[in-house]
T-cell receptor, first 112, second 111 residues
């Protein structure tokens, strides 16, 4: 059974650019969530997808968008990057609330 | 708005000692999670607590949930150096499934 995998592991982008981060959820998991974690802080919820539909969103602007594909993998897209977008982006998948969420190793995004 | 508070935020302790991390939250929820994070690493699931009175134990760690008091505790028994990490609690919000996280407790266990 494979876990949650994210790519790339590290990324450096220039302010104003766009970025796409990818996540392959754990086998059998139909729910995927994305979180932003700034250094020294707890994660902040961006949004969640369940069977290709967004079913929850945190306090992030529309330039943060996502997709979930039929195989339950997912993408996070961020447009018009700002310096404050520099953070660790974590993807988590789940097969139901009773089982908790399995997190990937994250993508470290640096915006310069 | 759901808020989650952990205390202490920093804890330095000797091996062999016992201690408790507290997680308070502000609205009704009966789904609480504990995670561990090592420096530069991702989040490792420790416990899933889904009902009032839930108690779970794994090795030297034990977690409990009191939904009436809106309080969860993570108790460490006879700490060992390998337990040094940052521990987060997270509460699941009913309205949009998001996990609201505490600020984390950085635990350092000295030999």
């Amino acid at each position: 059974e494979t876990g949650v995998t994210q790519s790339p592991t590290h990324l450096i982008k220039t302010r104003g650019q766009q970025v796409t981060l990818r996540c392959s959820s754990q086998s059998g998991h139909n729910t995927v969530s994305w979180y932003q974690q700034a250094l020294g802080q707890g994660p902040q919820f961006i949004f969640q997808y369940y069977r290709e539909e967004e079913n929850g969103r945190g306090n992030f602007p529309p330039r943060f968008s996502g997709l979930q594909f039929p195989n339950y993998s997912s993408e996070l897209n961020v447009n018009a990057l700002e310096l404050d977008d520099s953070a660790l982006y974590l993807c988590a998948s789940s097969s139901g609330q009773a089982y908790g969420y399995t997190f990937g190793s994250g993508t470290r995004l640096t915006v310069v | 708005e759901l808020k989650v508070e952990q205390n202490p935020l920093f804890l330095s302790m000797q091996e062999g000692k016992n201690y408790t991390i507290y997680c308070n939250y502000s609205t009704t929820s009966d789904r609480l999670y504990w995670y561990r994070q090592d420096p530069g690493k991702s989040l490792e699931s420790l416990f899933v607590l889904l009902s009032n009175g839930a108690v779970k134990q794994e090795g030297r760690l034990m977690a409990s949930l009191d939904t009436k008091a809106r309080l969860s505790t993570l108790h460490i028994t006879a700490a060992v150096h390998d337990l040094s990490a940052t521990y987060f609690c997270a509460v699941e919000e009913d309205s949009n499934y998001q996990l609201i996280w505490g600020a984390g407790t950085k635990l350092i266990i000295k030999p």
